[in-house]
Nanobody, 114 residues
Framework: VQLQASGGGLVQAGDSLRLSCVASGRIFSINVMGWYRQAPGKQRESVAT???????NYADSVKGRFTISRDIAKNTVYLQMNSLKPEDTAVYYC?????????WGQGTQVTVSS
């Protein structure tokens, strides 16, 4: 499975961005996709996940501001990020998990200026 993430950029506090991640390869119908982020000097953390049935989970720090969604037909997961804050600055990675195996995308930089 290969993942291609896109959509990062430099924005100001309060702005919005939408990240996309396209999965290709041998994709099974039962899987979990998610977004993680890693800020300089910090460990990678989960931001939001969505399972194939549609259930979602969010980090407390992004609840009410970020929305994860997916287009199963396109094997694509999105992360709509609203009301961005400087503390959201990080490299964002998408992850695809199926049958106990995990695959990571290349990461996309999100920088939020104050």
């Amino acid at each position: 499975v290969q993942l291609q993430a896109s959509g990062g950029g430099l924005v100001q506090a309060g702005d919005s961005l939408r990240l996309s991640c396209v999965a290709s390869g041998r994709i099974f119908s039962i899987n979990v996709m998610g977004w993680y982020r890693q800020a300089p000097g910090k460990q990678r953390e989960s931001v939001a996940t969505i399972i194939s049935g549609g259930s979602t989970n969010y980090a407390d720090s992004v609840k009410g501001r970020f929305t994860i969604s997916r287009d199963i037909a396109k094997n694509t997961v999105y992360l709509q990020m609203n009301s961005l804050k400087p503390e959201d600055t990080a490299v964002y990675y998408c992850k695809h998990s199926q049958f106990g195996r995990h695959y990571w995308g290349q990461g996309t930089q999100v920088t939020v200026s104050s």
